[in-house]
C-alpha cells in the first residue's frame, strides 16, 4: 500500500469515527434546549429532570466529538499538505470561521450551562443550551460549506506562483460571496443536519423505549419518547426533501456521481428509475436490472422527464468514480431513511393515542433501530466523498495530487495504526458512558446537587 492509499484509508477512519458524535449533538442539544424552555414556561420539574437526564448523555457525546475532530485538521496539513497548499487560502477561510465564531460561542455557553444551575436564573440558563444548540449547528454551517466548495468549487481563481520550484499553482479566492452562497453547501448543510436531527431523535426514543419497557419513570419517558418522536418525523420529512433537493444538484454539478449513483451506463433521454439493479463496473454494464419506472430518474434529476443523463461510457475510466460503493450506499441510505421515516409515524401515533405501553413490539423495535440513523449518515458520507472522486476538489484537483510529498509509508502506516487504537479505545469509552448513564435514569429529588455531580460527575 503506497502513501496516497493509506491516507485515505485514514482520513476516511478518522472522518468517519468523528462523525459518529457529531449528529447526536446536533440534534440533542436542540431538543435539551426545547425541554429547558417548557420548564421555564411551565414550572413542571419533570421537564428539568428531562433536561437534566438527555443533557447528561449530551456532554458525555459532545466531549467525545470534540476530541476526535482535532486530528483531522491535522492531517490537512501533514498527509494532505499539497492540498492544503493548493486550495489553503479558500478552504482555511470558512473553517478559521467556524473556530473563531462558532466554537468560541459553544464553548463558553456550555459552560455557563453546565456550572450555571442554580447559579443563573431559569431563563438565562436555558438561554445558555440554546445559544450551545445554535452554535453547533451554525460550527457545521461554516464545515459543510468547506466541504460544499470542495465538491462544487465557485468564487475561485488559479493563480500562477513565480520563484518557488516546488509550487506552481494554486487556487485563490476570488469571491467569498459565491463560496458562502453555494447553493451545493447550503443544500448538503440542511441534509447533514437534518439527519443529525434523526439520530438524536432515534437514539431518544430507543433509550425511552427501554425505560418504559422496565416501567421505569413511566411520565418522563412517555413526554420524551413523544418529543422526540415528533422531531424524528418532522427531521424525517425534511431530510427526504433536502435529500431530493440534493440529488437534482448532483445532477447540475456532478453528473458523474449521479450515473454512478442510478448505474446508468449509457447516455438516454427519458432516463427511467431501475428499482432492482446489480452494476458491473468490470463489464460496464448492469448484470441485473428489472422492474424499472419509464422516464421517473430523469424527472427526479432534472424535473423534466424527457432529459438526457450522461452515462457512465461517456466519461473516461480515470474519472469515473467507483461505482458499486456509491450505488449501494445510496440505495441503502434510502431504504434506511424510508424506514425511519414509518417508524417516527407509528412512534408518533402510538403516543398520542397514548398506547406505547400497549405495544412493546413496537418498544422493543426501537432500542436496536438507535442504529439506523447512524448507518445512514455513514452511507451518506460514502456517496458524497467515494462518488465525488477521483477529485478531491471537484474539476479542479485530483486526490492523487493532493496527498503529501514529504510523508512516507511508515509514517502513515504507525500513525493510521495509532489513531484505529486510539479512537477505538475512545469508541469504548463512549458507548460505555452513554449506555451506563443512560441505564441510570434520571435523578430522582427535585433539587438534586448542583451540577457538575448533578450530571453524573462526568465533567
Same mark, same amino acid.
Given at each position: 500500500?503506497?502513501?496516497?492509499?493509506?491516507?485515505?484509508?485514514?482520513? @476516511?477512519? #478518522?472522518?468517519?469515527?468523528?462523525?459518529?458524535?457529531?449528529?447526536?449533538?446536533?440534534?440533542?442539544?436542540?431538543?435539551?434546549?426545547?425541554?429547558?424552555?417548557?420548564?421555564?414556561?411551565?414550572?413542571?420539574?419533570?421537564?428539568?429532570?428531562?433536561?437534566?437526564?438527555?443533557?447528561?448523555?449530551?456532554?458525555?457525546?459532545? @466531549?467525545?466529538?470534540?476530541?476526535?475532530?482535532?486530528?483531522?485538521?491535522? /492531517?490537512?496539513?501533514?498527509?494532505?499538505?499539497?492540498?492544503?497548499?493548493?486550495?489553503?487560502?479558500?478552504?482555511?477561510?470558512?473553517?478559521?470561521?467556524?473556530?473563531?465564531? %462558532?466554537?468560541?460561542?459553544?464553548?463558553?455557553?456550555?459552560?455557563?450551562?453546565?456550572?450555571?444551575?442554580?447559579?443563573?436564573?431559569?431563563?438565562?440558563?436555558?438561554? @445558555?443550551?440554546?445559544?450551545? %444548540?445554535?452554535?453547533?449547528? !451554525?460550527?457545521?454551517?461554516?464545515?459543510?460549506?468547506?466541504?460544499?466548495?470542495? /465538491?462544487?468549487?465557485?468564487? %475561485? &481563481?488559479? =493563480?500562477?506562483?513565480?520563484?518557488?520550484?516546488?509550487?506552481? /499553482?494554486?487556487?485563490?479566492?476570488?469571491?467569498?460571496?459565491?463560496?458562502?452562497?453555494?447553493?451545493?453547501?447550503?443544500?448538503?448543510?440542511?441534509?447533514?443536519?437534518?439527519?443529525?436531527?434523526?439520530?438524536?431523535?432515534?437514539?431518544?426514543?430507543?433509550?425511552?423505549?427501554?425505560?418504559?419497557?422496565?416501567?421505569?419513570?413511566?411520565?418522563?419517558?412517555?413526554?420524551?419518547?413523544?418529543?422526540?418522536?415528533?422531531?424524528?418525523?418532522?427531521?424525517?420529512?425534511?431530510?427526504?426533501?433536502?435529500?431530493?433537493?440534493?440529488?437534482?444538484?448532483?445532477?447540475?454539478?456532478?453528473?458523474? *456521481?449521479? =450515473?454512478?449513483?442510478? @448505474?446508468?451506463?449509457?447516455?438516454?433521454?427519458? %432516463?427511467?428509475?431501475?428499482?432492482?439493479?446489480?452494476?458491473?463496473?468490470?463489464?460496464?454494464?448492469? =448484470?441485473?436490472?428489472?422492474? #424499472?419506472?419509464? *422516464?421517473?430518474?430523469?424527472?427526479?434529476?432534472?424535473?423534466?422527464?424527457?432529459?438526457?443523463?450522461?452515462? !457512465?461510457?461517456?466519461?473516461? &475510466?480515470?474519472?469515473?468514480?467507483?461505482?458499486?460503493?456509491?450505488?449501494?450506499?445510496? &440505495?441503502?441510505?434510502?431504504?434506511?431513511?424510508?424506514?425511519?421515516?414509518?417508524?417516527?409515524?407509528?412512534?408518533?401515533?402510538?403516543?398520542?393515542?397514548?398506547?406505547?405501553?400497549?405495544?412493546?413490539?413496537?418498544?422493543?423495535?426501537?432500542?436496536?433501530?438507535?442504529?439506523?440513523?447512524?448507518?445512514?449518515?455513514?452511507?451518506?458520507?460514502?456517496?458524497?466523498?467515494?462518488?465525488? /472522486?477521483?477529485?478531491?476538489?471537484?474539476?479542479?484537483?485530483?486526490?492523487?495530487?493532493?496527498?503529501?510529498?514529504?510523508?512516507?509509508?511508515?509514517?502513515?502506516?504507525?500513525?493510521?495504526?495509532?489513531?484505529?487504537?486510539?479512537?477505538?479505545?475512545?469508541?469504548?469509552?463512549?458507548?460505555?458512558?452513554? =449506555?451506563?448513564?443512560?441505564?441510570?435514569?434520571?435523578? *430522582?429529588?427535585?433539587?438534586?446537587?448542583?451540577?457538575?455531580?448533578?450530571?453524573?460527575?462526568?465533567?
Amino acid at each position: 500500500m503506497d502513501v496516497l492509499t493509506l491516507s485515505r484509508l485514514q482520513f @476516511a477512519v #478518522t472522518s468517519m469515527f468523528h462523525f459518529i458524535f457529531v449528529p447526536l449533538t446536533l440534534g440533542l442539544s436542540v431538543l435539551v434546549a426545547w425541554m429547558e424552555w417548557r420548564y421555564v414556561k411551565t414550572g413542571d420539574e419533570t421537564w428539568l429532570r428531562m433536561a437534566r437526564f438527555w443533557g447528561r448523555l449530551f456532554l458525555i457525546n459532545f @466531549a467525545l466529538g470534540i476530541v476526535t475532530g482535532i486530528t483531522m485538521e491535522f /492531517q490537512f496539513g501533514m498527509n494532505w499538505a499539497e492540498y492544503s497548499k493548493y486550495v489553503g487560502d479558500i478552504f482555511g477561510a470558512p473553517l478559521a470561521i467556524e473556530a473563531t465564531l %462558532a466554537f468560541f460561542l459553544e464553548s463558553v455557553f456550555i459552560g455557563v450551562w453546565i456550572f450555571g444551575w442554580n447559579r443563573v436564573s431559569k431563563k438565562m440558563h436555558a438561554f @445558555a443550551i440554546t445559544l450551545v %444548540a445554535f452554535a453547533t449547528n !451554525l460550527s457545521a454551517l461554516w464545515i459543510l460549506l468547506a466541504n460544499g466548495w470542495m /465538491q462544487n468549487p465557485v468564487g %475561485a &481563481r488559479i =493563480a500562477n506562483i513565480t520563484g518557488n520550484p516546488l509550487i506552481t /499553482q494554486r487556487a485563490e479566492m476570488a469571491d467569498f460571496m459565491a463560496v458562502l452562497t453555494n447553493s451545493y453547501g447550503w443544500i448538503k448543510f440542511f441534509h447533514t443536519v437534518l439527519s443529525g436531527y434523526l439520530v438524536a431523535a432515534f437514539f431518544v426514543t430507543g433509550v425511552a423505549a427501554w425505560h418504559l419497557l422496565r416501567k421505569n419513570e413511566t411520565e418522563l419517558f412517555r413526554r420524551s419518547f413523544k418529543g422526540a418522536a415528533v422531531f424524528g418525523l418532522v427531521s424525517g420529512l425534511l431530510v427526504m426533501m433536502t435529500g431530493d433537493f440534493h440529488g437534482v444538484e448532483i445532477a447540475k454539478v456532478q453528473p458523474a *456521481k449521479l =450515473a454512478a449513483m442510478e @448505474a446508468i451506463w449509457d447516455t438516454q433521454k427519458g %432516463a427511467p428509475l431501475s428499482v432492482f439493479v446489480m452494476p458491473d463496473s468490470a463489464n460496464e454494464g448492469n =448484470a441485473l436490472e428489472f422492474v #424499472t419506472i419509464p *422516464k421517473l430518474g430523469s424527472l427526479l434529476a432534472y424535473r423534466d422527464p424527457d432529459a438526457e443523463i450522461k452515462g !457512465l461510457k461517456d466519461f473516461p &475510466r480515470e474519472l469515473r468514480p467507483p461505482v458499486e460503493p456509491t450505488f449501494y450506499s445510496f &440505495r441503502l441510505m434510502v431504504g434506511m431513511g424510508m424506514l425511519m421515516f414509518l417508524l417516527s409515524m407509528v412512534g408518533v401515533y402510538l403516543s398520542f393515542r397514548g398506547r406505547l405501553d400497549a405495544a412493546p413490539w413496537f418498544l422493543k423495535l426501537m432500542i436496536p433501530a438507535i442504529g439506523l440513523p447512524y448507518i445512514a449518515g455513514q452511507l451518506g458520507w460514502i456517496v458524497a466523498e467515494v462518488g465525488r /472522486q477521483p477529485w478531491i476538489v471537484y474539476g479542479m484537483l485530483k486526490t492523487s495530487d493532493a496527498v503529501s510529498r514529504s510523508v512516507d509509508v511508515t509514517q502513515v502506516l504507525v500513525s493510521l495504526i495509532a489513531f484505529t487504537l486510539l479512537y477505538g479505545s475512545l469508541g469504548v469509552v463512549d458507548v460505555y458512558l452513554l =449506555a451506563k448513564y443512560a441505564r441510570k435514569g434520571p435523578e *430522582k429529588a427535585a433539587g438534586e446537587a448542583d451540577a457538575p455531580e448533578a450530571l453524573g460527575g462526568v465533567v
